[in-house]
């Protein structure tokens, strides 16, 4: 009930001359208000968790609680005995996800394991069977948050929602000669919901975000060890590569959208990938009293050649090695040269926050030669935003833990940085992010699914794949929309007229037009035509960013972008975006379309912000 009052309360407030008393409505709603309101006085409020009275309507003392209860910042909670309806709804609704979760394997589990395989196996990864025999998902419990920005119409609604899914499931992963069988996988987590940007008009938002702040955990449990016996590795691949996969889809940055105003103005990949609210720089200094794990003639540990693995989100970062050494220092003080590292190694990350409840976590590791890296301890998780004060440079002392015992201490130093369009009297630090929705132009003959390639610098570089098949194409049209587009047919619009009107792709306009003649056929050429667009407009509505050191160099230089096809051959020539050029363009933005040739061109923007100190 709470959740609606907060979705109904910016659209619902009583118009009267005077000043106004925000209060909260009762679970009866205001129709049982003491106080009578015609429907004409009904009007949009500005903001607030109800409706507002003339102040000469109530009490003065109760108008007193009321102004209090309604600037407070509104949560409230759902138990699991309230949301006995909603895993109901879950449970039926689950059996539907078999087939999707066919294609998550196919298309992001595969991979992963692929990249993380020895180069003999690579190239010979195949799903035998995906089957789904029983899942018991359990919701709750749910709590709801309201977050207003200005006191305008932008509120967002929040919703924490528990999700505990114990699947029992069949699937086998050939990897070479070895088999490995899943018999079971248990997803455990707070999925975060956001209804955002607020709408004047049902369904009064225009998205719904869902995301985990933090990785959920995951177990897998496999059957038998007959085939792994000669191979024990490539479980650990599998897990691995399952909870990447849950990561890159659902852990922000990365999240799943839903545009419920395809009309409007707002980008469905903006809303995918926003940017983050600030960088932490996180400085590593030094290590203290840790673990020897390193054995010496004698048989006993005496050092350690420790590393340290970072955390936050979907970032990670990886510290220098100090060899031989329970008392390691990353970061030398200012003026003098660490020994310890290597010459052009950093001891300081920059680690992006997306949200206040990020967890920042710390692991400690010996690094061995001839066998897997020893853990030494690991830190608690703790939340990355009681790490830093901002406009200040503060250390902490990161206590370690071992099998449940004192593992020693690290010290670290962080500074907090926002993204800013003003320029730094000493810029440091670029954040530029690289939006690419399609690549048009290409000939029928490309090969796909295609690699996009942006190159900040000669250090940083990330790309992109575009997908094998478009979704979208392959979605059914509803009859209503079905009987607008043979109307607009009638009246003679052609295919690619009426898919611009309706908001579909022109395949599905097609496979309407030809379904009353013949199904079978129209749906065959449906599946054509998207293969076609995949191979000749391939979509990738993807941004990737990136921290790029401001140097005199680098200001010289630019983003690259370039276009590989399934084989890895260049398609076009590169694009290049000049650092300079972006940071003097209005608001740091430069809208595409990206040459690549004179006929393959790149659509989408890039934007850039300087770190700025807080």
């Known amino acids: 009930m709470e959740f609606f009052k907060q979705a109904w309360a910016p659209y619902c407030c009583a118009k009267q001359t005077g000043a106004e008393i925000p209060i ?9 208000s003491p106080y009578e309101i015609s429907a004409d006085d009904w009007r949009p409020a500005a903001t607030g968790i109800a409706m507002a009275l003339p102040r000469n309507a109530i009490k003065k003392d109760t108008a007193m609680s009321l102004q209090r209860a309604g600037q407070a910042r509104f949560s409230t909670s759902v138990q699991d005995a309230d949301v006995v309806w909603v895993n109901d709804l879950v449970t039926r609704l689950f059996p539907r996800v078999e087939q999707h979760v066919q294609e998550l394997v196919a298309e992001a589990i595969n991979p992963m394991i692929e990249s993380k395989l020895p180069s003999f196996l690579k190239g010979n990864v195949e799903v035998k069977s995906v089957v789904i025999k029983e899942a018991i998902p359990k919701i709750g419990p749910i709590s709801v948050r309201a977050k207003t920005v200005d006191d305008t119409m932008k509120d967002n609604i929040t919703l924490d929602v528990g999700v505990d899914v114990d699947a029992e499931m069949i699937i086998d992963i050939k990897v070479s000669r070895f088999t490995v069988g899943i018999k079971s996988l248990v997803l455990k987590g707070t999925l975060t919901v956001v209804l955002r940007p607020a709408k004047p008009i049902p369904p009064f938002f225009g998205g719904v975000e869902m995301y985990f702040v933090n990785p959920p955990d995951v177990d897998v449990d496999f059957t038998g060890v007959a085939d792994i016996a ?8 599998v897990r691995q590569a399952i909870q990447s996969a849950v990561s890159d889809a659902v852990v ?24 983050p609210t600030g960088v932490l720089r996180l400085t590593l200094m030094s290590g203290h009293d840790l673990l020897p794990m390193d054995v010496s003639v004698f048989g006993k540990p005496t050092t350690s050649d420790p590393y340290v693995i970072v955390r936050l989100g979907r970032d990670v970062w990886k510290s220098p090695v100090v060899l031989k050494s329970l008392n390691p220092i990353w970061a030398a003080p200012a003026g003098t040269r660490n020994s310890q590292i290597s010459k052009g190694e950093l001891s300081t990350a920059h680690l992006s926050l997306y949200d206040d409840r990020q967890h920042l976590d710390f692991n400690v590791f010996d690094q061995d030669t001839f066998s897997s890296d020893d853990c030494m301890g690991k830190s608690l998780k703790m939340p990355a935003r009681g790490m830093f004060v901002e406009g200040t440079h503060t250390e902490h002392e990161v206590l370690l833990t071992h099998e449940g015992k004192n593992a020693g201490h690290l010290n670290i130093s962080t500074d907090w940085f926002l993204l800013s369009k003003l320029k730094p009297v000493t810029p440091t630090m670029l954040y530029v992010a690289v939006k690419v929705k399609d690549v048009i132009g290409l000939s029928v003959g490309s090969v796909p699914p295609f690699t ?29 929309l079905q009987q607008i587009i043979a109307k607009m047919d009638k009246y003679g619009l052609k295919a690619k007229q009426i898919a611009d009107c309706v908001s579909l792709k022109e395949e599905q306009v097609k496979y309407v037009q ?20 995949q191979a000749t407009v391939p979509a990738f509505n993807r941004i990737i960013r990136a921290l790029v050191p401001w140097t005199a160099a680098v200001e010289r230089t630019g983003v690259v972008v370039s276009l590989l096809d399934k084989k890895g051959k260049q398609v076009g020539s590169n694009a290049t975006i000049n650092f300079s050029t972006l940071v003097q363009a209005e608001d740091m933005e430069i809208q595409g379309p990206f040459m690549l040739s004179k006929e393959i061109l790149c659509e989408g923007a890039i934007r850039a912000s300087w770190l700025a100190p807080s």
């Open 252 to 275: 922000i940055p990365a999240r799943v959208v839903k545009d419920m105003c395809p009309g409007d103005d707002d980008d469905i990949v903006d809303l995918k990938f926003p940017d």
């Open 24 to 32: 909260y409505s009762d679970e009866a709603g205001a129709k049982e």
């Open 230 to 237: 000669d191979f024990k590795g490539i479980r650990g691949l």
């Open 452 to 480: 996009l390639v942006v190159k900040f610098t000669k250090d940083i570089e990330e790309s992109m794949k575009s997908r094998a098949v478009d979704p979208m194409a392959l979605r059914p049209v509803g009859d209503a």
């Open 514 to 533: 030809q379904l009353k003649d013949d199904p079978g056929a129209a749906k065959l050429k449906m599946l054509q035509a998207s293969a076609e667009r």
